[in-house]
C-alpha cells in the first residue's frame, strides 16, 4: 500500500497520466462506436497499453526503488499481451479472422502474459528479469532505476519481436496484394507498428529513455491514439463504409455525386468511361451532359424525380434514380448533395420487349387460329352435315336396290362422318372454351325427364358398340340447375367413354343419388381400368390413357376434357374411381335449384 500513498506526479508522470486518460477515453470510444474487422484484437491491444501506461505512471510517480521495481515487474502481462494482440489485430484486419484458431488465440492471450507475470512475480529470488545490478539514480530532479536485465528478458523480448515481426510480414504482403485505395492506410499500420518496435530497441541496445523511462509505452500509446483517431474521423476501417465505397468504385453503373446547388461533385469510373471528357469541372453544373442535365434541373425545381422514362445513353437503356447524401452533422441542411444513379437494364428491357413481341405473335397466331377454325366451322362441318344426311338417305330410303356388301360400305361411311363431325365439334368447343366465348344459360331441368331422355338415346350407340346400357335411375323427383344441351353434352361424353372402353358384351350402368346441394350421377364401366395418377391424363387436352402396353384408340382424346370444364362452369364437378382390370365409374356433380330441406337417399 505504501507504493501508492506515497506518490510525487510531477511533469514525467502527469504526462504518462494525460497520456492514460486519453487511451481510456479512445478505448471506450472505439467499443461504442466502431465496427471493423479484427475489432477485439484492437481493443484487446488497448486495454492492455492502458495497464502498461498505468504500471508506467505509477513507476515515474514513486521515490523509492522498490516501488518502482514492483510497478516495472507488474507491467509485465501488459507488456507481453500487446504485441501479441497487436499481431492478431493485423491478421484479423487484412487476413480475416479464423474460427478454427480461437482456441490458439485465447492459449497465447492467457498463457504467455500469465507465465510474464509469473516469472516478473518471483524476481526479486530468481533475477531471471531484472539483475541484481539494478540501481536507483537520480539526476537533476528525476529519479529513475536503471535495469540490470537478465537472461529472460532478452528470451521474453525475443517472443514479443516475432509477433511484431509477424504483423509487419503480413502487413508488407497485404499492401502489395492490396488495392490503390487502401495502401495508405496500411502504411500507417506499418509505420504504427515499426515506431514502438525502433523505440524499444534504442532503449535496449543504446540506452535511449524518457524521463530515464523506456519510451517503448508511450512510443506505442501515442501511436494507437493516432490510429484512433484516424479510426473515428475517417472510413477506413468502418466496414459499411468500406463496402459502400467499393461498390460505388466497383460498381458497373455510372453514378454521379452532385451538390445541394446541383453542381457536379464527382464520379465513379463507370460514370468517367461512359462521359468522359463531356464531364464538367468540379462545381460546374451537368447541362453539357444530354439527357442527364434537364433531368437533375427538373428534379431540383420540383424536389422529386416522380416517374421517369427509361433514358438511352450509348447504346444502352438505363434506369435513372436520386438519392440524397444525409449530412453527418445536424445542421439546418439535412442533405450534403445526391447521387444520381444510372441503373443498366437494357437486358431486363430486352428481354421485355421480346416477351412483348412474343405476345403480340402469340396474339396473332390466336387470332389467325380463331379464324381459321370459324373457317373450318363453315367449311367442313357444313359438307359434313350433307354427306351424313346422304348416307342415311341412302341407307333408309331405299333398301331393295341395295346390295348387302354396299350396304356395309354406307354404314362404315355413316359411322366414320359421325366421328369426324364429333371431332369438328369438339375441336370447335375447346376453342370457345379457351376464349370464353361459350355462353351457358342454366334452367330448372326435371332429373327424372333428363336421365330418361339420356338413356334413350344412347341406348342405340351403346348397342351398335354391343354393349347394354343399364339403367339404375330410379325416381329422383327433383330439379337440376343447368344448361340442358351442356349437361347433356357432359353426361354423354362420359357414357361414351365407358361405352368405347366396355368389352363388347358387356354392360355400362348408371346410377344416381342426392349428395348436398347436387344430384351425383354414377356411370360404370366393366373395362381395363384407369391406373393410378393417371388424373391429368383423363382430364387433359387430346390424352388417352395407357393400361400397361395397351392403349384403347378412337376419339380425339378432348371428350373428358371438355366435360370437366363445362360441368365445373355449371358449378357441378366431376371424379372417377378405378380399379385395373375390374372398371371405372364416374362421377358428375350436378347442381340442384332447390337443394333445401331434402335428405341424402340413394334413389
Known amino acids: 500500500m505504501a507504493c501508492l500513498t506515497e506518490l510525487d506526479f510531477s511533469f514525467a508522470s502527469t504526462s504518462a497520466a494525460v497520456l492514460w486518460a486519453v487511451c481510456a477515453l479512445v478505448l471506450v470510444s472505439v467499443v461504442r462506436n466502431n465496427r471493423f474487422a ?98 536507483l539514480v537520480t539526476q537533476g530532479t528525476e529519479t529513475f532505476v536503471v ?32 488495392k490503390a485505395i487502401i495502401r495508405p492506410f496500411l502504411s500507417v499500420l506499418i509505420v504504427i507498428t515499426i515506431a514502438p518496435l525502433a523505440a524499444n530497441l534504442a532503449y535496449v541496445g543504446w540506452g535511449v529513455t524518457i524521463f530515464g523511462f523506456d519510451p517503448t509505452p508511450f512510443m506505442f500509446a501515442v501511436s494507437l491514439i493516432a490510429l484512433s483517431w484516424l479510426l473515428l474521423n475517417d472510413t477506413m476501417m468502418d466496414t459499411a463504409a468500406q463496402g459502400r465505397s467499393l461498390l460505388f468504385y466497383a460498381t458497373q453503373d455510372p453514378v454521379i455525386i452532385i451538390d445541394t446547388e446541383g453542381q457536379f461533385a464527382g464520379a465513379n469510373p463507370a460514370a468517367m468511361a461512359m462521359f468522359g471528357t463531356k464531364l464538367p469541372m468540379h462545381g460546374r453544373p451537368l447541362d453539357c451532359l444530354e439527357k442527364i442535365g434537364p433531368l437533375i434541373r427538373s428534379f431540383l425545381q420540383g424536389g422529386d424525380l416522380g416517374h421517369v422514362e427509361p433514358i438511352r445513353l450509348s447504346g444502352r437503356i438505363f434506369d435513372p434514380r436520386i438519392l440524397p447524401i444525409e449530412s453527418p452533422i445536424r445542421t439546418r441542411t439535412p442533405q450534403l448533395g445526391w447521387t444520381v444513379s444510372l441503373v443498366d437494364i437494357t437486358e431486363r428491357e430486352q428481354s421485355a420487349e421480346a416477351l412483348r413481341e412474343a405476345l403480340a405473335r402469340a396474339e396473332a397466331a390466336n387470332h389467325a387460329k380463331s379464324q381459321f377454325l370459324a ?65 351457358l344459360v342454366p334452367q330448372d331441368l326435371d332429373a327424372d325427364t333428363f336421365l330418361r331422355d339420356l338413356i334413350e338415346e344412347y341406348e342405340a350407340f351403346a348397342a351398335q358398340a354391343n354393349v347394354r346400357l343399364v339403367s339404375l335411375f330410379g325416381t329422383v323427383n327433383r330439379t337440376l340447375r343447368a344448361d340442358p344441351d351442356r349437361l347433356k353434352q357432359v353426361v354423354g361424353n362420359v357414357v361414351s367413354n365407358a361405352v368405347k372402353f366396355s368389352p363388347q358384351g358387356g354392360q355400362v350402368e348408371c346410377s344416381a343419388q342426392l349428395s348436398g346441394a347436387h344430384l351425383r350421377i354414377a356411370i360404370r364401366d366393366h373395362g381395363i381400368g384407369i391406373p393410378e395418377g393417371k388424373e391429368d391424363q383423363v382430364f387433359g387436352r387430346f390424352n388417352q390413357v395407357e393400361s400397361g402396353t395397351k392403349k384403347v384408340s378412337g376419339g380425339s382424346g378432348l371428350g373428358m376434357h371438355i366435360a370437366k370444364i363445362l360441368i365445373e362452369r355449371m358449378g357441378g364437378a366431376i371424379r372417377y374411381e378405378s380399379r385395373l382390370g375390374e372398371g371405372t365409374t364416374f362421377y358428375i356433380d350436378v347442381p340442384l335449384a332447390d337443394p333445401e330441406g331434402q335428405p341424402d337417399p340413394a334413389v
Open 375 to 439: 373457317m373450318i366451322s363453315h367449311e367442313l362441318r357444313t359438307p359434313m352435315t350433307s354427306v351424313k344426311g346422304g348416307l342415311e338417305l341412302a341407307l333408309h330410303g331405299a333398301t331393295g336396290d341395295i346390295s348387302p356388301a354396299l350396304r356395309n360400305v354406307l354404314t362404315i361411311a355413316q359411322r366414320n362422318s359421325l366421328r369426324l363431325l364429333k371431332l369438328v365439334d369438339d375441336v370447335l368447343d375447346l376453342q370457345k372454351l379457351d376464349l370464353s366465348t361459350i355462353n
Open 38 to 135: 479484427g475489432k477485439a484484437a484492437f481493443v484487446l491491444t488497448l486495454a492492455a497499453m492502458l495497464w502498461w501506461l498505468l504500471t508506467a505512471t505509477f513507476d515515474l510517480a514513486s521515490q523509492s526503488e522498490h516501488c518502482k521495481m514492483d510497478w516495472s515487474l507488474l507491467a509485465w502481462p501488459g507488456i507481453t499481451l500487446v504485441p501479441i494482440a497487436w499481431a492478431f489485430f493485423v491478421f484479423d484486419y487484412t487476413m480475416s479472422a479464423h474460427p478454427g484458431r480461437q482456441p490458439l488465440r485465447l492459449l497465447l492471450y492467457i498463457g504467455l502474459p500469465g507465465l510474464a507475470g509469473i516469472i516478473a512475480l518471483t524476481n526479486r529470488w530468481t533475477h531471471l528479469l531484472y539483475g541484481s545490478e539494478t540501481r
Open 147 to 178: 535495469f540490470d536485465h537478465g537472461p529472460l528478458f532478452f528470451a521474453v523480448a525475443a517472443v514479443l519481436y516475432v509477433f511484431v515481426s509477424c504483423a509487419l510480414g503480413v502487413l508488407g504482403y497485404a499492401f502489395f496484394r492490396a
